[in-house]
């Protein structure tokens, strides 16, 4: 449980860090105008890791059935919540859905890249 609690960490850590990378990128970019969207897309994306640590930690003590039915509902609850997300940001004005989708679609290479380090200290 330590191992899992260390990893959640220092995944919101990874989170953060490109966050915050991304936002002086577009600003040096001059593409300021992008950056709230990029931090409303970080921030749909750290409540989505968030959401999904909760739920994995819920149902490691469940027989295989019911982790199968668990992951299932799990899988569009957290579909739902990115779909409501992005969609109370298309109502923010100030928001550019450029930046939305891309701190959003960010998630899956980060994962790689941070699973790419962490197999280099094995």
């Known amino acids: 449980m330590k191992e899992y609690r260390g990893y959640v960490k220092n995944h919101c850590l990874w989170i953060l860090l490109v966050a915050i990378l991304g936002s ?31 739920q994995t930690r819920k149902i490691q003590q469940e027989s295989l059935e019911t982790v199968k039915r668990r992951v299932r509902i799990a899988a569009m609850s957290r579909f739902s919540l990115i779909v409501v997300l992005v969609a109370i940001g298309t109502q923010i004005p100030s928001l550019s859905m450029k930046g939305v989708l891309g701190g959003v679609a960010i998630f899956t290479p980060l994962q790689y890249i941070e699973y790419a380090l962490y197999a280099r200290k094995q």
């Open 24 to 54: 002086i990128g577009l600003w040096l970019l001059d593409w300021s105008s992008h950056i709230t969207g990029w931090l409303w897309g970080m921030m749909t994306h750290g409540v989505y890791f968030l959401f999904l640590a909760f």
